[in-house]
């Protein structure tokens, strides 16, 4: 499975503007039991660089996905995580591996009760999960010094920019269906706001009110 993503972030390095993903990211990848984190129907494809269902018409994002959104969110072992978007938990963790905490919310009680048992069996005790809608963020526990999301707004929330710290940085999908791209959104220390455009990906729509989002650009 790494060796595929390695394959993969070469090919595209035009895109992802980078040869070589971080090897604490690849690291954590290889370590983590991704079979562990699938419904027993589809184990037999665990490792394959392809999105899997879970349930719920949501799926397990494909690896390289994976390990590119990982990559560009920089993170630091002191880093506290909002997630959005816990599905079955392998994202989570993932940033488990990489930084101090982790909060996820999951708008499917089904899918984060099940991301809770996974989690729980591989020994994640730095993760909390909630259930919510992800539109809104985690503000009890914000700002965050990352924050990252697994559903695709048509624009970005304004909940999730106001919880990102000054210095801080989302990596969000954003955009409809057929032309959604995934974007870095950077705050600087005086809390103004930069978004970058990375590549094309598809993802599905993450629920809430769009209104009044932020455009990225």
């Not at 259930?131 to 999730?160: C, M, Q, R």
């Not at 919880?163 to 870095?184: E, N, S």
Request: net charge neutral; glycine share 6%; aromatic share 6%.
């Amino acid at each position: 499975m790494v060796a595929a993503i390695k394959v993969i972030a070469r090919h595209l390095a035009g895109e992802i503007r980078k040869t070589t993903l971080d090897d604490r990211v690849l690291s954590a990848m290889a370590k983590i039991p991704r079979h562990e984190f699938v419904p027993v129907e589809v184990r037999p494809y665990a490792y394959r660089n392809r999105p899997l269902p879970i349930g719920f018409d949501k799926t397990i994002s494909q690896p390289f996905i994976v390990a590119v959104m990982t990559d560009l969110l920089d993170l630091k072992p002191d880093d506290v995580v909002l997630e959005i978007g816990t599905g079955l938990g392998y994202q989570s963790a993932v940033l488990g591996e990489l930084a101090c905490r982790i909060y996820s919310v999951e708008i499917i009680e089904e899918l984060a009760q099940r991301a809770v048992q996974r989690l729980k069996r591989e020994d994640y005790a730095n993760i909390e999960v909630r259930v919510g809608n992800g539109y809104f963020g985690w503000p009890e526990h914000s700002p965050f010094d990352k924050v990252i999301v697994t559903a695709a707004p048509d624009l970005i929330p304004p909940p999730l920019i106001n919880q990102v710290k000054a210095g801080g940085r989302m990596v969000i999908p954003v955009g409809l269906p057929d032309a959604q791209r995934l974007t870095v959104v950077d705050k600087d220390l005086n809390g103004r706001v930069k978004t970058k455009q990375i590549m094309q990906v598809l993802f599905s729509a993450l629920e809430g009110s769009e209104q009044f989002a932020f455009r990225a650009s």
